[in-house]
């Protein structure tokens, strides 16, 4: 696994981002307690060491083989987005009653606290857990709707009491009026997170379209350009396609997967569906050069082409374009981040 100075990060920084309990440091470091022989995240919620009683490692395996116990409050060595069981029930019951209204006053009558279950749903999808109810009923109006179901039938089955209030809900989510829904879609979004940070993952009925990390600078506008390739509504809810996206991901990143069999769907132009095929033939633990992989394209003149498709890859890790360096096999060109696809070939060496 790739060495601290590979992050280009200082120990003061890791020292701040882990008194901030900053996020956005999730999997580039590990704090490693010197008194207590305890690691954390940077997330930690415990009470922060000074200074000098800490170390800051590449990963929780390097803190292992230091001698490190992983931390009984942030669990390290668990996945971040990992759903705990009072979610995973509270899910359940949704997708088997889709126009249930479950109120704080229910959650705390099942002994829950209203903010925890708001501040997951928001850690995954990115809004509340009253509107992710509000988002499953109209998705299921949407199902509906898509198979013939008049406007009316729809509505009061989604547990609207009013046609206009189930009308002006539809249109403010979908862009169009629920009679025009026939020629919209849905493209499913989802937040995970991973020891490199948290991404977003979009997919249809067909597979995965987008997995993308959330600090990418063209992330907006690859999601505008999804929606428009496939005269689609980005609507954060869950998808079939998820389950298996995580569980996937979750074995590669420790290092027990090589290759993902999680459908995709990866609409674009003829040439950049080849550039993305190809993609998919370098093997774990492998690399090709932008001129290597022209020429298995059999376009060995295209390379600026070729690399211009690789940017355009919205699918992220499945689709490896982080397996492709430079001529003199320099790192470059990466929308993640270059430290990323530094850890990601890392891991795969290792792997390999």
């Given at each position: 696994?790739?060495?601290p100075?590979l992050?280009?990060?200082?120990?003061?920084?890791?020292?701040?981002?882990?008194?901030?309990?900053?996020?956005?440091?999730?999997?580039r470091?590990?704090?490693?307690?010197?008194?207590?022989?305890?690691?954390?995240?940077?997330?930690?919620?415990a009470?922060?060491?000074?200074?000098?009683?800490?170390?800051?490692?590449?990963?929780?395996?390097?803190?292992?083989?230091?001698?490190?116990?992983?931390?009984?409050?942030?669990?390290?060595?668990?996945?971040?987005?990992?759903?705990?069981?009072?979610?995973?029930?509270?899910?359940?019951?949704?997708?088997e009653?889709?126009?249930?209204?479950?109120?704080?006053?229910?959650?705390?009558?099942?002994?829950?606290?209203p903010?925890?279950?708001?501040?997951?749903?928001?850690?995954?999808?990115?809004?509340?857990?009253?509107a992710?109810?509000?988002?499953?009923?109209?998705?299921?109006?949407?199902?509906?709707?898509?198979?013939?179901?008049?406007?009316?039938?729809a509505?009061?089955?989604s547990?609207?009491?009013?046609?206009?209030?189930?009308?002006?809900?539809?249109?403010?989510?979908?862009?169009?009026?629920?009679?025009?829904?026939?020629?919209?879609?849905?493209?499913?979004?989802?937040?995970?997170?991973?020891?490199?940070?948290?991404m977003l993952?979009?997919?249809?009925?067909?597979?995965?379209?987008?997995?993308?990390?959330?600090?990418?600078?063209?992330?907006?506008?690859?999601?505008?350009?999804?929606?428009?390739r496939?005269?689609?509504?980005?609507?954060?809810?869950?998808?079939?396609?998820?389950?298996?996206?995580?569980?996937?991901?979750?074995?590669?990143?420790?290092?027990?997967?090589?290759?993902f069999?999680?459908?995709?769907?990866?609409?674009?132009?003829?040439f950049?569906?080849?550039?993305?095929?190809?993609?998919e033939q370098?093997?774990?633990?492998?690399?090709?050069?932008?001129?290597?992989?022209?020429?298995?394209?059999?376009?060995?003149?295209a390379?600026?082409?070729?690399?211009?498709?690789?940017?355009?890859?919205?699918?992220?890790?499945?689709?490896?374009?982080?397996?492709?360096?430079?001529?003199h096999?320099q790192?470059?060109g990466?929308?993640?981040?270059?430290?990323r696809?530094?850890?990601?070939?890392?891991?795969?060496r290792?792997?390999?």
């Amino acid at each position: 696994m790739p060495h601290p100075e590979l992050f280009a990060l200082t120990p003061v920084e890791c020292y701040q981002a882990l008194l901030a309990k900053d996020a956005r440091y999730e999997g580039r470091f590990i704090a490693a307690v010197k008194t207590t022989g305890i690691f954390c995240r940077p997330t930690c919620p415990a009470r922060k060491p000074k200074f000098g009683n800490v170390e800051f490692v590449a990963t929780a395996r390097e803190a292992l083989l230091r001698g490190y116990r992983p931390c009984k409050v942030c669990t390290p060595l668990a996945p971040r987005d990992a759903t705990p069981a009072f979610i995973a029930r509270l899910l359940h019951q949704l997708a088997e009653q889709p126009t249930v209204r479950i109120s704080d006053a229910d959650l705390r009558q099942r002994g829950l606290e209203p903010a925890t279950v708001r501040r997951w749903f928001r850690r995954q999808h990115g809004l509340t857990f009253q509107a992710y109810q509000r988002l499953n009923r109209l998705n299921r109006a949407f199902g509906q709707l898509q198979s013939g179901e008049t406007v009316t039938a729809a509505a009061f089955d989604s547990g609207y009491e009013s046609l206009s209030g189930f009308q002006d809900s539809f249109k403010a989510v979908f862009g169009v009026a629920p009679t025009r829904s026939r020629q919209q879609h849905i493209i499913n979004l989802t937040r995970l997170e991973t020891p490199l940070g948290s991404m977003l993952a979009c997919a249809t009925e067909r597979g995965i379209c987008l997995l993308e990390f959330t600090d990418r600078r063209m992330l907006e506008t690859e999601l505008k350009e999804l929606a428009r390739r496939l005269t689609a509504t980005i609507v954060p809810s869950e998808n079939p396609h998820f389950a298996v996206l995580r569980a996937q991901l979750a074995e590669y990143f420790g290092g027990r997967r090589q290759q993902f069999s999680v459908p995709l769907h990866t609409p674009g132009t003829a040439f950049q569906q080849a550039v993305w095929r190809a993609l998919e033939q370098i093997s774990y633990g492998s690399t090709r050069s932008y001129g290597q992989q022209a020429a298995a394209l059999g376009r060995p003149s295209a390379v600026r082409a070729v690399a211009a498709a690789n940017g355009l890859n919205r699918v992220a890790i499945l689709i490896p374009c982080h397996r492709v360096l430079g001529a003199h096999g320099q790192l470059t060109g990466y929308g993640g981040g270059l430290w990323r696809k530094q850890w990601l070939l890392e891991l795969e060496r290792g792997g390999a």
